[in-house]
């Protein structure tokens, strides 16, 4: 063996052998990077999404002495409160970094460290649950393509940025565990991965359901096919079951004993234990038969189903349980909700390349192993994919699960595709070949097709719309009311939770669906009469009004109600009983005190 022979089996050694060391190398590396590059943005406190901000005031209460249990925040719809549906998992990283920092450097700049660190930290996991996978299914030194797919999804790296500290990321670390425990040979191993990632991510909130429940699905379609897969779907029934279970007693909120259907409650802890039950029973008894096999889980996901629909018929519907017009108002007007094919084409491509790629290239690297041991992990990873997919068509939210779970395939495809292309006697091919190949199987091509195309020219409204939302939920501009003594503002559900975050006020209300009355408040308020606005404002206590104007949310006062309050306090119309506020001179926001 010459020297360049040597050193090539040496380094695919130390890529084997090592690929879970250097894959953390890897990640703390690419933190570092962000960390770094998100540095302006960390030093603002630039939480640019509501539920960022609402994360931060759960920690914040957490430290400040609020119940373990006891989630609602206090100062949204004061004195009663703002209930919150989620769970106190993703507030320990968060408030473990804000204690491990203060000492050294405050409390101000402890909380910023913490939400630069802490949504990277979900990052390591996501990213060694995809090498696992890819080493198991792929080739052990295909690793680092997996590593580097990753960082072209960018809706899926858009949950782990510095900053968005809310809980998709470590959803998305489950998922990332789910799929690597389906791809594991070890039937004891993979299964115990596949049912506590589930019960774990369940118990940080619904999100993942159809995922979980498509885990489980596969697993049982795997062991239907053969019965030899039952130390998998035995140990997996236990882990779903029993980790809900854990979690359910851990974390849910005394709110959360309620039988809702948004959160992993009473309603939908007992689902998860029954399944793990009867998957835990049908893997012991093990009948030798296929068909037998097939009938006994059919009839034992039929039993889940019926049981569910008559005691708990209430949940049969959307989980949110809202009102009907509080649906038709707010929640069927969000844009991630929708369906991928609803949005323009643009962010749709972006979103669907990768997932397009991951299936097929599953599907081709299933064919390729229909007479290996591989073919039943690939065939389960290729069934997650299309799930993944299919959701898409449902919501367009699923685009970051989507891209994450088409890695493996987008691997498989350039594992084929790049060494053929590598090894061609055309140096042409071997050079632009190469590139060009890698383009298309990491998706990186849609960014080029996007960058040139005729650009969409954004509107004058679209411009201004723009402008407020940069503006006004800044720091200089909303620090400026930390002068005025503690008081309840009067504002937009979509400003509340940032203006509790940045001042010591309070807010009437946010985007939070348990807390429907007090969202219907404000838009009753800012879209009906100046009379009705004044006593939807007392009966809250509000005592001042602040305003951002053209901020997205006020164009739907000023746009479905032409004559409503707000629409009428924008074209000068000011009640007697508004006395404005004087703010800085090129402040974005108007404020008025309410007498």
């Given at each position: 063996?010459?020297d360049k022979q040597h050193g090539d089996a040496s380094l695919t050694q130390q890529l084997d052998r090592n690929w879970l060391s250097l894959t953390l190398i890897a990640w703390a590396v690419i933190a570092a990077w962000f960390v770094w590059q998100r540095w302006p943005a960390i030093h603002w406190l630039?939480?640019?999404d509501t539920d960022d901000n609402m994360r931060l005031m759960q920690v914040r209460a957490l430290l400040n002495g609020q119940g373990w249990y006891d989630l609602r925040q206090y100062r949204l719809n004061p004195p009663v409160g703002f209930d919150m549906h989620w769970s106190r998992i993703v507030d320990?990283?968060?408030?473990?970094?804000?204690?491990?920092?203060?000492?050294?450097?405050?409390?101000?700049?402890?909380?910023?460290?913490?939400?630069?660190?802490?949504?990277?930290?979900?990052?390591?996991?996501?990213?060694?649950?995809?090498?696992?996978?890819?080493?198991?299914?792929?080739?052990?030194?295909?690793?680092?393509?997996?590593?580097?797919?990753?960082?072209?999804?960018?809706?899926?790296?858009?949950?782990?940025?510095?900053?968005?500290?809310?809980?998709?990321?470590?959803?998305?670390?489950?998922?990332?565990?789910?799929?690597?425990?389906?791809?594991?040979?070890?039937?004891?191993?993979?299964?115990?991965?596949?049912?506590?990632?589930?019960?774990?991510?369940?118990?940080?909130?619904?999100?993942?359901?159809?995922?979980?429940?498509?885990?489980?699905?596969?697993?049982?379609?795997?062991?239907?096919?053969?019965?030899?897969?039952?130390?998998?779907?035995?140990?997996?029934?236990?882990?779903?079951?029993?980790?809900?279970?854990?979690?359910?007693?851990?974390?849910?909120?005394?709110?959360?004993?309620?039988?809702?259907?948004?959160?992993?409650?009473?309603?939908?802890?007992?689902?998860?234990?029954?399944?793990?039950?009867?998957?835990?029973?049908?893997?012991?008894?093990?009948?030798?038969?296929?068909?037998?096999?097939?009938?006994?889980?059919?009839?034992?996901?039929?039993?889940?189903?019926?049981?569910?629909?008559?005691?708990?018929?209430?949940?049969?519907?959307?989980?949110?349980?809202?009102?009907?017009?509080?649906?038709?108002?707010?929640?069927?007007?969000?844009?991630?909700?929708?369906?991928?094919?609803?949005?323009?084409?643009?962010?749709?491509?972006?979103?669907?390349?990768?997932?397009?790629?991951?299936?097929?290239?599953?599907?081709?690297?299933?064919?390729?192993?229909?007479?290996?041991?591989?073919?039943?992990?690939?065939?389960?990873?290729?069934?997650?994919?299309?799930?993944?997919?299919?959701?898409?068509?449902?919501?367009?939210?699923?685009?970051?699960?989507?891209?994450?779970?088409?890695?493996?395939?987008?691997?498989?495809?350039?594992?084929?595709?790049?060494?053929?292309?590598?090894?061609?006697?055309?140096?042409?091919?071997?050079?632009?070949?190469?590139?060009?190949?890698?383009?298309?199987?990491?998706?990186?091509?849609?960014?080029?097709?996007?960058?040139?195309?005729?650009?969409?020219?954004?509107?004058?409204?679209?411009?201004?719309?723009?402008?407020?939302?940069?503006?006004?939920?800044?720091?200089?501009?909303?620090?400026?009311?930390?002068?005025?003594?503690?008081?309840?503002?009067?504002?937009?559900?979509?400003?509340?939770?940032?203006?509790?975050?940045?001042?010591?006020?309070?807010?009437?209300?946010?985007?939070?669906?348990?807390?429907?009355?007090?969202?219907?408040?404000?838009?009753?308020?800012?879209?009906?009469?100046?009379?009705?606005?004044?006593?939807?404002?007392?009966?809250?206590?509000?005592?001042?009004?602040?305003?951002?104007?053209?901020?997205?949310?006020?164009?739907?006062?000023?746009?479905?109600?032409?004559?409503?309050?707000?629409?009428?306090?924008?074209?000068?119309?000011?009640?007697?009983?508004?006395?404005?506020?004087?703010l800085p001179k090129r402040s974005p926001l108007k404020l008025w005190r309410i007498h």
């Amino acid at each position: 063996m010459n020297d360049k022979q040597h050193g090539d089996a040496s380094l695919t050694q130390q890529l084997d052998r090592n690929w879970l060391s250097l894959t953390l190398i890897a990640w703390a590396v690419i933190a570092a990077w962000f960390v770094w590059q998100r540095w302006p943005a960390i030093h603002w406190l630039s939480l640019g999404d509501t539920d960022d901000n609402m994360r931060l005031m759960q920690v914040r209460a957490l430290l400040n002495g609020q119940g373990w249990y006891d989630l609602r925040q206090y100062r949204l719809n004061p004195p009663v409160g703002f209930d919150m549906h989620w769970s106190r998992i993703v507030d320990l990283p968060i408030a473990g970094l804000i204690l491990a920092f203060r000492p050294f450097v405050g409390t101000a700049l402890a909380e910023r460290l913490a939400c630069g660190i802490a949504p990277l930290l979900p990052l390591s996991v996501a990213m060694a649950g995809l090498a696992f996978t890819v080493r198991r299914l792929v080739s052990p030194f295909a690793w680092p393509l997996a590593l580097i797919f990753l960082l072209m999804c960018t809706a899926t790296m858009l949950m782990f940025m510095p900053l968005r500290i809310d809980h998709h990321g470590w959803q998305l670390a489950c998922l990332s565990l789910t799929v690597a425990g389906l791809a594991d040979p070890r039937q004891r191993r993979g299964g115990i991965t596949v049912g506590l990632a589930s019960a774990v991510s369940l118990s940080i909130g619904l999100e993942m359901l159809p995922y979980a429940a498509g885990a489980g699905a596969i697993l049982g379609l795997r062991w239907i096919w053969d019965r030899a897969e039952a130390e998998r779907l035995t140990v997996y029934g236990l882990a779903l079951a029993g980790g809900s279970a854990i979690g359910n007693v851990l974390f849910a909120s005394s709110a959360n004993a309620a039988l809702r259907c948004d959160a992993l409650t009473p309603v939908w802890l007992s689902v998860m234990i029954e399944a793990g039950a009867l998957l835990f029973i049908l893997a012991r008894v093990n009948p030798a038969s296929r068909s037998v096999r097939f009938g006994l889980a059919a009839g034992a996901g039929a039993a889940i189903i019926i049981a569910f629909a008559l005691v708990f018929p209430q949940c049969l519907g959307r989980p949110e349980q809202v009102s009907p017009e509080l649906a038709a108002n707010w929640l069927n007007n969000v844009r991630e909700a929708k369906p991928i094919y609803a949005h323009p084409w643009r962010g749709a491509l972006t979103v669907a390349a990768l997932p397009i790629i991951g299936v097929i290239g599953a599907l081709i690297a299933t064919w390729r192993a229909r007479r290996s041991d591989r073919f039943a992990a690939w065939a389960a990873v290729l069934l997650f994919t299309l799930l993944a997919g299919g959701l898409l068509l449902w919501q367009v939210r699923a685009g970051a699960a989507a891209q994450l779970l088409a890695v493996p395939g987008a691997v498989a495809l350039g594992w084929v595709l790049l060494p053929w292309c590598l090894a061609h006697r055309s140096v042409l091919v071997r050079v632009f070949g190469t590139v060009a190949g890698f383009l298309l199987v990491s998706g990186a091509f849609i960014g080029l097709v996007i960058r040139f195309a005729a650009p969409d020219k954004p509107s004058t409204n679209t411009k201004a719309v723009n402008r407020a939302g940069a503006s006004c939920p800044t720091i200089p501009s909303l620090d400026v009311l930390n002068r005025l003594p503690p008081q309840t503002i009067f504002t937009f559900i979509d400003l509340g939770p940032r203006l509790i975050t940045l001042t010591h006020h309070s807010a009437v209300a946010g985007p939070y669906h348990r807390n429907g009355a007090a969202i219907l408040d404000v838009q009753h308020a800012f879209k009906r009469s100046a009379d009705e606005f004044h006593a939807i404002a007392r009966r809250h206590g509000a005592t001042l009004l602040l305003t951002c104007p053209n901020m997205a949310e006020s164009t739907v006062y000023t746009v479905r109600a032409k004559n409503g309050f707000y629409a009428r306090l924008v074209r000068g119309e000011t009640p007697a009983w508004l006395e404005p506020v004087p703010l800085p001179k090129r402040s974005p926001l108007k404020l008025w005190r309410i007498h």
